[in-house]
């Protein structure tokens, strides 16, 4: 039985899991039938998921694991689309034949959420009311919203009414406890990881000022960009430097770029750079500007800021009272924009709704909130622990 273990402090290298042969995957797009209403009553007449798909399904389509994405993520969460490509999946050191989201035994299914502009209904598709990108016309979503696209595709698509677990990292978090909340009867387990219940006034702080950054280049346009031919590159590489730093802890940066000015310095880099970490920050921001549109930031951000599990309900007890999934919340020593504070809050909230099998997990990683992406083997031994339980 799980408990709370705050002070469950992992040291399991990085290193140490094994090397495998990646999986070969395929990014598929499938149509919702009747559209979709959203929680503020906004209607879209089409909606389309992109999504990939690791292992198969089971005879009686129990043994579904879905994987949600945090915000300029995608559906690409494992795997390589050829063996010739030089990354793999976001999560792929933890989704594979053996692996602690063993597809041998689970279909996992890594959806693009609604909104998203990485084959997902979102402000780059076509508003058929016009022939047009809807551009900042798309209406405004939430959190749930993304989460009840997800239960429609896996019903229509696949024919899953249940799924054995739903993890993911940051904003992907949220979405898997708006699952365990949404679909009590439906989810088995849940894996949150470095999120919260509801995004503390810092997280929010960064995220002003990321879309304040995209507003205010004159190439938005008041998101109109796309009539002119042009894009606010300039802000929406901003609003990627302003996230990078929140992502990021005060180690990491001293490893990566050393202290003082001397070391820092380089006198050769580039034309827009005097020093490492500004090199490092704008090709982050030239990065996200190549996979990447200005709306769909802003849209996404805001509906991740909107959010908490007890936004229109009772109360968080209330909510927890319901939730029957098992709950394995990971967390990480050094992150600040969802500290482990709001990770252990996870599982305090559901142990007192009565939820004997709910754990957090703080691991010990100096890396800061991206730790879920580049210490995820840190997360294998518990993760393998709980999918064992489900």
């Given amino acids: 039985m799980f408990r709370l273990d705050s002070d469950n402090i992992a040291t399991m290298s990085v290193h140490d899991a094994p090397e495998t042969s990646p999986l070969l995957v395929t990014k598929e797009i499938f149509q919702l039938s009747g559209g979709m209403t959203?929680?503020?009553?906004?209607?879209?007449?089409?909606?389309?998921?992109?999504?990939?798909?690791?292992?198969?399904?089971?005879?009686?389509?129990?043994?579904?694991?879905?994987?949600?994405?945090?915000?300029?993520?995608?559906?690409?969460?494992?795997?390589?689309?050829?063996?010739?490509?030089?990354?793999?999946?976001?999560?792929?050191?933890?989704?594979g034949p053996g692996k602690a989201i063993d597809t041998e035994r689970w279909c996992v299914i890594a959806p693009n959420f609604l909104g998203g502009c990485r084959g997902t209904t979102g402000s780059l598709s076509t508003n058929p009311a016009n022939g047009q990108p809807y551009g900042p016309d798309f209406p405004r979503i939430t959190i749930r919203d993304m989460v009840t696209t997800q239960k429609a595709f896996l019903e229509q698509c696949f024919g899953v009414t249940e799924v054995a677990c739903v993890a993911g990292g940051s904003m992907g978090g949220f979405q898997a406890l708006e699952w365990a909340a949404m679909y009590p009867d439906a989810v088995r387990g849940i894996i949150p990881v470095a999120t919260a219940l509801t995004p503390n006034p810092r997280a929010i702080a960064y995220n002003h000022c990321a879309r304040t950054a995209i507003r205010l280049d004159p190439a938005f346009n008041n998101g109109h960009y796309a009539s002119l031919g042009s894009a606010p590159e300039a802000g929406l590489a901003l609003a990627r430097m302003i996230g990078t730093i929140s992502y990021l802890s005060d180690t990491s940066f001293q490893d990566m770029f050393h202290d003082g000015c001397d070391p820092l310095f380089s006198r050769d880099i580039s034309p827009r750079s005097d020093f490492l970490v500004e090199d490092y920050l704008n090709d982050e921001g030239d990065k996200l500007n190549k996979r990447f549109d200005a709306n769909t930031y802003i849209l996404i951000s805001r509906a991740l800021d909107s959010h908490g599990l007890?936004?229109?309900?009772?109360?968080?007890?209330?909510?927890?009272?319901?939730?029957?999934?098992?709950?394995?919340?990971?967390?990480?020593?050094?992150?600040?924009?969802?500290?482990?504070?709001?990770?252990?809050?996870?599982a305090e909230r559901a142990q007192r709704g009565g939820n004997e099998n709910a754990e957090a997990v703080i691991l010990n990683?100096?890396?800061?909130?991206d730790a879920f992406l580049v210490h995820q083997r840190m997360m294998i031994p518990a993760i393998t622990r709980f999918m064992a339980s489900l």
């Fill in 310 to 346: 007890a936004r229109g309900r009772t109360s968080l007890d209330d909510v927890f009272a319901t939730v029957q999934a098992k709950i394995l919340a990971i967390g990480f020593s050094s992150d600040d924009l969802f500290p482990p504070r709001q990770t252990v809050e996870i």
């Fill in 38 to 95: 959203l929680e503020s009553g906004a209607y879209l007449p089409k909606v389309e998921v992109a999504y990939e798909r690791y292992g198969e399904l089971n005879a009686d389509r129990t043994n579904v694991v879905l994987i949600a994405h945090g915000i300029t993520g995608s559906s690409h969460a494992a795997g390589k689309y050829a063996l010739s490509n030089r990354s793999s999946g976001y999560w792929d050191d933890l989704i």
């Fill in 365 to 369: 990683s100096d890396y800061g909130h």
